[in-house]
């Protein structure tokens, strides 16, 4: 029963907001108030998530498992964090600052690994991939990608070899606008076998 | 004729297809199954790693929903229910991870959800919780990263909407000797993960996932539908091309 009450529930919502595109002007009132009920419950979802978040370092903390330093310092700064927060308000530009500037840098280091660790498996793809088409056209294109994006390559305007460029600079968005062809294509499959009760991804 | 109304005859068509389809494909060996390697590897490598007592991490992704990859997160979903047999939990060595609230909070309705089936007393037991490690990108990888690091990894399979930095969890995992699956859903983790992962999924195979681990008639026929689809909008942008050329668009 309580299946079945799920299946109408998400049938009914997921049919009202195809419809919505259809009939736009009819259903705008109603379209905004199933948005909103959306909102607000992934908006509550996330905040279980943060329980989940400070839960699971409590009981690492608790079990004295393996990283349970690192719990230490998460639990420490998230009640830092959440306390100046409620004391000062998000609003407040000290409080900004006082998480920006531990924020910015922490992301920026991250990053910072991220860049190294490309530039790093970049040279490994073809230990790790092989000499494939793939790996091949892989490789040439980000090499030549890089020597276009050379800011100093300068080529007059209105002549062959500027089309040429423009058309192998192009390439890539080529390959994206395929690639989203494709994702808009299975998303859309997916979309459509939740909502003829084919995949019931909610029902587990 | 306006482009709406092409889109509307593209899920029409896509509807018509997926429902006609799904009653007529019955037999499994109609439509035969794509990469069974990559597949039989993911398998073979989460056997091993529970033989050997090695963790298991499997990844949602950060989002439930984006304006760019709006079925990801759902997607993810219905792959998770594959990771939940018997096998794969009892030991207390498989993780489930996201960077979202939401698809943490889903995730851990259908582990407790297969439990109340009476699917697996071992989903019953706490040692398989959903996780999350941080609720932005950078937050969760910061999180994520001791863990990949702190005991031998088995193996480690992404899916749903993850960046680039997916990149730094497959080498935290490949130094701890893990074997990497990945469905990399967004443009940025497929340029990124594509030069370190060789069983990669890319663009619509992600969505093809669940018919790979669990083949069913109703999943094949999702695969021929997305193939008829799929040949139905190359012929429709050859010739939209074409007119484009000639001057009619």
Sequence with gaps: MKKVLVMVVVLTIGLTVLAGYLFRALLAPLLALLFDWGILLAGVAGLIGIGYLIHMNLSKLARREKGAFFSVVVIIAFVFTLVSGLVMTPQSPFFRDLILNVQIPVEASLLGILAVTLVYTSLRLVRSRGWTPMSIAFLASAILSLILNLVFINIPTDTPLSYLMMFIRRLPLIGVRGILLGMALGGLVVGLRVLLMIDRPYGE | ?249
Excluded: C
Excluded at chain 2, 105 to 128: C, E, H, K, N, P
């Design chain 2, 1 to 249: 004729m306006t482009w709406s109304f092409i889109g509307w005859v593209i899920i029409g068509l896509s509807a018509g297809l997926l429902f006609g389809l799904s009653f007529l494909i019955k037999d499994f060996d109609i439509y035969q199954i794509r990469w069974p390697a990559m597949i039989s590897r993911l398998i073979a490598s989460r056997a091993s790693a529970i033989e050997q007592g090695k963790k298991r991490q499997v990844v949602l992704g950060h989002q439930l929903w984006s304006h760019t990859y709006p079925g990801l997160g759902l997607h993810t979903l219905s792959v998770l229910p594959d990771f939940l047999d018997p096998e794969s939990v009892v030991d207390g060595g498989q993780s489930v991870s996201g960077g979202d609230g939401s698809l943490v909070v889903f995730a851990r309705q259908m582990i407790t959800g297969r439990y109340r089936d009476g699917f697996s007393l071992a989903l019953q037991d706490a040692s398989l919780e959903s996780k999350l490690y941080g609720p932005t990108p950078l937050s969760f990888t910061a999180g994520f990263l001791p863990e990949l690091g702190m005991d031998p990894q088995g193996s480690l399979a992404l899916f749903g909407d993850y960046g680039p930095e997916a990149a730094l969890w497959v080498e935290a995992a490949r130094t701890r000797h893990g074997r990497v699956f990945a469905a990399a859903g967004s443009i940025d983790s497929q340029a990124s993960l594509f030069m370190t992962v060789p069983d990669l999924l890319i663009g619509e195979e992600v969505y093809m996932l669940p018919g790979l681990l669990s083949p069913t008639s109703k999943n094949r026929a999702g695969w021929l539908t997305e193939d008829f689809v799929r040949i139905i909008l190359i012929l429709m942008i050859v010739f939209g091309a074409i007119l484009k050329m000639v001057g009619v668009l």
